[in-house]
Nanobody
Framework: HVQLVESGGGSAQPGGSLTLSCASP????????MGWFRQVPGKERERVAS????????IYGSSVKGRFTFSKDSAKNTVFLQMNSLKPEDTGMYYC???????????????????????WGQGTQVTVS
């Protein structure tokens, strides 16, 4: 059983920063595809970023590119989403997800959606206002 535990959400002013963490205490997901998604009520879940964990290149959604950075600490089985220059439209519930059946190419694909991931965290709220 893969458990993902998110933390780091909260409130920030426009232009501010937050860092989200996603830890997996009991699972080493070195060869998995990891994703960060966000959702606001009434809208579909949007992929913010994804990375194949034995690579160093993350793929970002156009709305966050240049502002958000995906990083990892493999020794701690933890990934991070550094969010800078926050905007009110970044408000939403943020989820991390992982899937070991998604290969490197697909993990970077624009066709990768939330339905491709089998393991999810509980979500952490981010509010920018």
């Amino acid at each position: 059983h893969v458990q993902l535990v998110e933390s780091g959400g909260g409130s920030a002013q426009p232009g501010g920063s937050l860092t989200l963490s996603c830890a997996s205490p009991d699972y080493a997901y070195e060869f998995d595809c990891m994703g960060w998604f966000r959702q606001v009520p009434g809208k579909e879940r949007e992929r913010v970023a994804s990375i194949y964990l034995n690579s160093h290149r993350a793929i970002y959604g156009s709305s966050v590119k240049g502002r958000f950075t995906f990083s990892k600490d493999s020794a701690k089985n933890t990934v991070f989403l550094q969010m800078n220059s926050l905007k009110p439209e970044d408000t939403g519930m943020y989820y991390c997800a992982t899937e070991d059946r998604v290969d490197r190419t697909f993990c970077r694909s624009s066709s990768l959606f939330d339905t491709d991931f089998g393991y999810w965290g509980q979500g952490t709220q981010v509010t920018v206002s």
